[in-house]
């Protein structure tokens, strides 16, 4: 490979059924005006509709500048993340920015505000920006809204804690520091999210102010397309399957969060015995006083409402607690379901 042409950024898209999006997708990756060579890599995981040859035509025209891959089954239904396995090994650049097939970049500049961040603060691991949201459905015209202003500069415990969010379109990272990638990572159903968190092990995250891309948010979209509960549910997954993976006040951070987000699954499936206790084994499990800390603040907040007769207040603090109560004088319950454990 000539040296004057190595890419300095790789742009990783996968897709998958996305023949109404793709085409934006890519203009946004031509459209961008750099003063270093990049490379496109899609990956097409066997679509169903017209995308891949959507794709074939950008390669036939452009087939210096974007490499394909197309495959013959889809992967992701595999439980296989195509991005990881396929399109990360491919990337060569210095910088990788991620791209999504259902999403597009605005900006033309964008990748050299990047890189040019990136290549002057070197404490820095990941590079993001503000992004637009487009909101499409049956009912509605679509509906621009814009993603308010971000923390200029975060850490690794900023976004474990979840005070930020990194919109996957946005974001270009250094490649190469993550060497292999963990067991458990591979059964994350938010991956995303789970390779910011890596990442910033290595560096703190800058968002930019700019506004320069479009996250879709439509009925095919993989999170957009689930419910509330549903995507507590995936995020609670994502946090307990990354505890003792990070450094001690990472770990600290996510334990709590998880702890939160449990008692809030608990309420949200009151009428769910099988969630419920699957929940509350997990509390119990991530906090071996738990059990106590739970009796003390049960008790205490009986206390508050018999001090202060406020029932209705008493209901609803009380309310997420009263299924653990019942639960730790059932024995019988742990031996059922010690193997979820």
């Known amino acids: 490979m000539d040296l ?48 891949a040859n959507i794709i074939r035509d950008y390669v036939d025209k452009y087939p210096n500048l974007i490499i394909p891959i197309f495959q013959k089954e889809n992967q992701f239904s595999q439980g296989i993340n195509p991005g990881v396995e396929f399109v990360f090994p491919k990337c060569t650049g210095k910088y990788i920015a991620i791209c999504e097939g259902d999403d597009y970049w605005t900006d033309p500049y964008k990748l050299q505000k990047q890189v040019d961040f990136l290549e ?6 990941i590079c993001s920006h503000r992004m637009q949201t487009l909101y499409e459905g049956d009912d509605n015209e679509p509906d621009l809204s814009v993603q308010n202003v971000q923390k200029d500069i975060s850490t690794i415990e900023d976004l474990a804690q979840g ?21 458990w990572f591979y059964q994350t159903p938010a991956g995303d999210y789970s390779l910011h968190m ?63 987000q449990c008692v809030d699954l608990i309420r949200c499936f009151k009428n769910n015995e099988e969630k419920c206790k699957y929940y509350s084994l997990r509390l119990i499990e991530t906090n071996p006083f738990f059990i106590n800390e739970i009796l003390d603040e049960y008790n205490q907040t009986l206390k508050e409402i018999l001090d202060s007769r406020s029932y209705k207040l008493g209901r609803r603090i009380v309310k997420p ?21």
Request: some cysteine; overall charge positive.
């Open 198 to 260: 890596l990442n910033a092990q290595y560096g703190k995250i800058k968002s930019l102010p700019d506004i320069m891309g479009v996250y879709r948010v439509h009925r095919a979209g993989l999170w957009s397309n689930n419910d509330t509960v549903n995507k507590n549910e995936m995020a609670a997954k994502v946090i307990y399957l990354m505890l003792n993976h990070f450094a001690a006040p990472v770990n600290t951070i996510l334990l709590k969060r998880y702890r939160y």
């Open 321 to 341: 607690f009263r299924y653990l109560k019942k639960i730790l004088f059932k024995p019988r319950l742990f031996k059922d379901y010690s193997k979820t454990i």
């Open 4 to 51: 004057y042409n190595v890419p300095i950024v790789s742009i990783a898209c996968i897709t998958y059924n996305q023949e109404n999006y793709i085409k934006y997708a890519i203009e946004g990756f031509l459209m961008q005006k750099t003063t270093f060579p990049i490379e496109i890599i899609i990956n097409d995981d066997s679509s169903t509709d017209n995308t």
């Open 120 to 125: 002057t603060n070197v404490d820095f691991a």
């Open 163 to 183: 005070v930020i969010h990194i919109y996957t379109a946005s974001c270009v990272f250094r490649n190469g520091l993550i060497e292999k990638f963990p067991d």
